[in-house]
């Protein structure tokens, strides 16, 4: 409703060197924005605690101590033990590599394949776009962890199988969404332009697409950790992940069921560590995604 | 001031010292600061500036529609003898679509994609004349019919995307016509249509204007626009109205040099043109105001005193209030003939 | 309308083509022997033999895949490893235990999401807006198992106020609901909240409050009908990830449902369980997706319906 004035001097500052601009902006707007900046500290504090973790917890996570089974919380166990005597701060943070290596590897090989296959669809179109996105919507249609479990299913349980099943289940949301940001920056006309000069495919793609589509991408990868978190600490907790004694989150739960009523502690605070590693991504998910283009909506 | 006003017709809506501001975080942004008129009762006053002069603004602050972080700050805004700016909100909402209704710019985004257009329509006497639906629908025809809609019927169910612009445009000044109100403020109705289509719905709204005795407030851009319309115009510039004149003497002895510059963009069919001309430069953003009279920086004739003391709006006697240090004793420049010397030359063509 | 709705349904076709597909190369991507885990892991040579000819093993793939669907769609999905009994047996006794489920946790999201999506969108900023956002937040980022564990925790044991377990009674639904609808709920909530926010702006919203429309029915009648279009889809992919949940849930809760179905025959390696139950899950968000996209077609007047 306000008549708006067009902002000369921002415009041109953008043309002169978008990239660098467009990133100071992106830096400015979310360091404004305390609950992303709360999330991306605590992602920080996270990747200190999945790399020195194991040298300041005293004890180890895997040996029974049949002596101190089942004990609440205290100021030597802070998290209690669990019914083999582990300590279960301990074991949580021995865990904390675990969870982000899979969340990290899983949506970065998910990523990957997922932007070729956007690219390619999206750049050539035609029949080769028939195919991949057919295929996408086929890995689509086994509803979320369904498409994982299948694959764990068939490959069997482990670490690795699991970066494996959620890389698949990774590549059709990557795939979708970068081949869309694709057909819109190829309908630019500068992309015409440059292919007018003579620019090779794969310079038009990695020099002008490119760099053009990251904000989805970016985006979508933070909240992708999320959502791969959560689905490994489900598999797991299946029994279909990390196996037993791994100290994963997901199967520590698992292996405490049965003891978990009487003692609450064993559920409580593997549980809180899926959660707040979850909670992390998704804030700093969200602030990037404010930040970089308040119009993308998930 | 009295020519400005035929004595025997009372007044419909009287604005005065209006002032609208936007508290942003940078601080207070004046976008309407001191604006006064009024319009005589079946009459037409034009509101011209380029964007960001804060037309439009006053337009939503006498409907009471402006948002936070907006406010209307002060001054009072007379409707019928009454103060709009002291009613409560459900009031506001009884005069609003009612008493006083409004048309916008944008007819493809100003119309609910989800309801049909006779629902839309219907809406207003729903709410103002307690109707019932069937009843309401009943007159929404009728209104789609006054404005010249084809196949009104069929035109009843339609959905807004499946109307042309230009019929919608008729379409919401049926929703703004249907309860008969006393004053239209048509915010740029034809800026966003086609040529052809502008005139038509220009036509329509002022031949409505007279049949229905309604007054009306005209914001636009386009002089040519006023020249067709209005009987009274207001120019405004930056947040102020820096000329007040009727139509006619506006265009035959246009007195401050921002109007001369706005007369001299219009194509002119009397004589032959090179080329159009506009005014150099750019509205000054409301929150990054001159000191002194807000138009100086592209003023052809600004002096010192221009850059540092804002006049006042002054009655130049001869029909015309004007807001510039040439018109007033004070001025310490050379004698200066706004018109002429700016380069232009009188037109019959209002 | 009618025409789109058949297009639509055509398009179902190579998407269910796809996931038949898919669920039949299972079978044969699992390391080993396909008539060797079908037959058991005891089974001797001749016993091997017996079921790769009768399952028809030795004829070329396109062919098998051809008779799969061909079975699969005369209700014929082989028979369980475990039991001997037919896959569509053990899958239709929990079929709908999975779909009730599975509606009634839509239903809560639904219903909860929508309300604080637009109690949050109408009081933007202030103190009730920032609480509903952050337990979304939290509601979004929080594993279903483990909600449903604490769940149990607290109602089951703790106040002992519903059931720990199962499926059937009024009381006994209401933990599992809440646990696999919570995510739904949130992230509904989010995009119910943003998407009112923008509506709210559009030019339409002050041409109704210009005609002296209560603020009331501004928001209800103008506002909330265009922003819950978009919504619309995302109650549409969401129930996806909700017919996941539900196998997570199921386990939590010991419902008898297809997800735990799967998660068991996993475990004991029963295939033809797994391929059935896989292929059922997968259909029925196909068809949860086309009436969904036939919905938004319904809700969106903007785009054209040819």
């Known amino acids: 409703m306000a008549e708006t004035t067009v902002n000369v001097s921002t415009e041109e500052k953008k043309r002169v060197n978008p990239q660098m601009e467009n990133f100071k902006n992106v830096w400015r707007k979310l360091r404004q924005n305390y609950l992303a900046m709360a999330g991306g500290i605590l992602i920080v504090l ?36 669990d019914h083999h005597g582990r300590d279960i701060f301990t074991r949580i943070i021995h865990g904390m590599s675990i969870t982000l290596y899979i969340g990290f590897l899983s949506v970065f090989v998910g990523m990957i394949f997922g932007v070729v296959f956007g690219i390619v669809s999206g750049y050539y179109g035609g029949r080769i776009d028939a195919v991949i996105m057919r295929t996408m919507d086929v890995l689509l249609a086994f509803p979320g962890i369904l498409l994982a479990l299948g694959i764990v299913a068939v490959l069997g349980g482990s670490i690795n199988n699991v970066i494996i099943a959620i890389s698949i289940f990774s590549i059709p949301v990557f795939a979708r969404i970068v081949r869309g940001s694709t057909l819109s920056v190829r309908k630019l006309e500068y992309v015409d332009a440059v292919r007018a000069l003579g ?4 310079r038009i793609i990695f020099r002008h697409i490119l760099p053009n589509i990251m904000s989805p991408i970016i985006v979508q990868a933070t909240l992708r950790i999320a959502t791969a978190v959560l689905t490994a600490s489900g598999l797991s907790f299946l029994g279909l992940g990390a196996q037993p004694p791994t100290p994963e989150w997901g199967a520590m739960l698992a292996a405490g069921r049965n003891y978990m009523w009487e003692h609450p502690h064993i559920a409580l605070f593997p549980g809180l560590a899926i959660v707040l590693v979850v909670l992390a991504f998704n804030l700093f998910g969200d602030g990037v995604r404010d930040a970089l283009d308040p119009k993308l909506k998930s | ?99 006083i209704s409004m048309i916008f710019q944008e007819p493809m985004t100003s119309l609910n994609p989800v309801y049909t257009i006779g629902d839309q329509i219907a809406e207003s006497y729903q709410i103002h004349q307690g109707l019932s639906k069937k009843q309401a629908l009943e007159k929404a025809l009728g209104m789609l019919e006054l404005v010249g809609i084809p196949s009104p019927k069929a035109r009843l169910k339609a959905y807004p995307h499946e109307l042309s612009g230009g019929m919608r445009q008729r379409a919401m000044i049926a929703i703004a016509l249907a309860c008969n109100p006393e004053l239209l403020i048509a915010d740029e109705p034809t800026t966003a249509l086609d040529v052809t289509i502008q005139a038509q719905i220009l036509g329509l709204v002022n031949d409505l204007q007279k049949d229905l005795g309604m007054s009306m407030l005209l914001i636009t851009h386009d ?81 010192e005193m221009c ?44 | 309308m009618f025409i789109y709705t058949v297009r639509r349904l055509i398009q179902t076709i190579p998407v269910m083509i796809g996931v038949t597909l898919v669920v039949f190369l299972m079978m044969h991507l699992i390391p080993g022997d396909p008539a060797q885990i079908i037959a058991g892991e005891s089974a001797n040579e001749q016993q091997v033999e017996q079921t790769r000819e009768r399952l028809g093993l030795n004829d070329p793939l396109p062919v098998q895949y051809g008779t799969f669907v061909g079975n699969a769609v005369t209700g014929d999905l082989g028979n369980s490893i475990r039991s ?105 909530a989010r995009m119910t909240r943003s998407s009112m926010l923008e509506v709210i702006h559009q030019d339409y919203i002050r041409t109704a409050r210009a005609k002296g429309v209560k603020e009331r029915y501004v928001v209800y009648k103008h506002a909330l009908r265009n922003a819950l279009i978009p919504v619309v889809t995302v109650v549409g992919l969401q129930f996806g990830v909700l017919l996941g949940g539900a196998v997570l849930t199921e386990t939590v809760f010991a419902i008898n449902g297809l997800g735990r179905l799967v998660v068991e025959a996993i475990g004991q390696r029963d295939f033809p369980i797994v391929q059935g139950a896989v292929l059922i899950l997968a259909l029925m968000f196909v068809f949860v997706n086309f009436i969904v996209d036939i919905s938004y077609r319904f809700l969106n007047k903007r785009i054209d319906l040819d």
């Open chain 2, 307 to 350: 850059v540092e003391r804002l006049p006042d709006l002054e009655d130049q006697g001869d029909g015309n209030q004007v807001r510039c240090w040439i018109h007033t004793d004070q001025w310490d420049g050379p004698e200066v003939n706004v018109r002429d010397d700016y380069g232009y030359s009188e037109s019959t063509q209002s």
């Open chain 1, 46 to 81: 996270f990747m200190i605690i999945a790399i020195i973790g194991p040298w300041i917890t005293t004890g180890d996570p895997l040996a029974p101590n049949v002596a101190d089974r089942l004990e609440g919380p205290s100021s030597q166990y802070w998290f209690g033990t």
């Open chain 1, 199 to 202: 620019a090779s495919d794969f």
């Open chain 2, 1 to 99: 001031m009295d020519n400005l006003k035929d004595n025997d017709t009372k007044t419909i809506i009287k604005v005065d010292d209006l002032q609208t501001s936007f508290f942003t975080h940078k601080g207070e942004v004046k976008a309407v600061d001191g604006v006064h008129f009024d319009v005589p009762a079946g009459k037409t006053l034009g509101i011209v500036g380029e964007s960001g002069s804060g037309k439009s603004i006053t337009a939503l602050s006498i409907m009471r529609l402006i948002e936070a972080p907006g406010r209307v700050k002060g001054g009072s805004i007379t409707f019928n003898g009454e103060d709009l700016l002291a009613k409560s909100e459900a009031e506001m909402r009884r005069i609003r679509g009612n008493k």
């Open chain 3, 84 to 188: 001997g009994r037919a896959v569509t047996d053990e899958i239709g006794a929990r079929f709908w235990v999975t779909v009730e489920l599975a509606f009634y946790s839509t239903l809560l999201s639904i219903f909860i999401g929508l309300i604080a999506g637009i109690v949050s969108a109408t009081r933007r900023n202030s103190p009730l807006d920032m609480i509903i956002m952050i337990t979304a937040l939290f509601g979004l980022s929080m594993p279903n198992f483990w909600l449903g564990l604490m769940l149990i925790q607290y109602f089951a044991l703790n106040i002992e106020w519903l059931p720990v377990s199962g499926w059937g009674t009024p009381q006994s639904i209401i933990l599992p609901v809440i646990t696999l609808g919570t995510a739904g709920a949130a992230i509904i």
């Open chain 2, 223 to 303: 002089l040519g626009v006023v020249a067709e319309t209005c009987d009274y115009v207001a120019v405004m510039y930056a947040g102020k109205i820096v000329e007040y004149a009727d139509v006619n003497t506006l265009f035959a002895n246009p007195k401050h040099p921002y109007t001369v510059g706005l007369l001299k963009s219009l194509p002119r069919h009397d004589i032959d043109q090179e080329e159009l001309e506009v005014i150099r430069g750019m509205v000054p953003r409301p929150d990054d105001l001159p000191n002194g009279c807000r138009f100086a920086p592209r003023c052809p004739f600004a002096r």
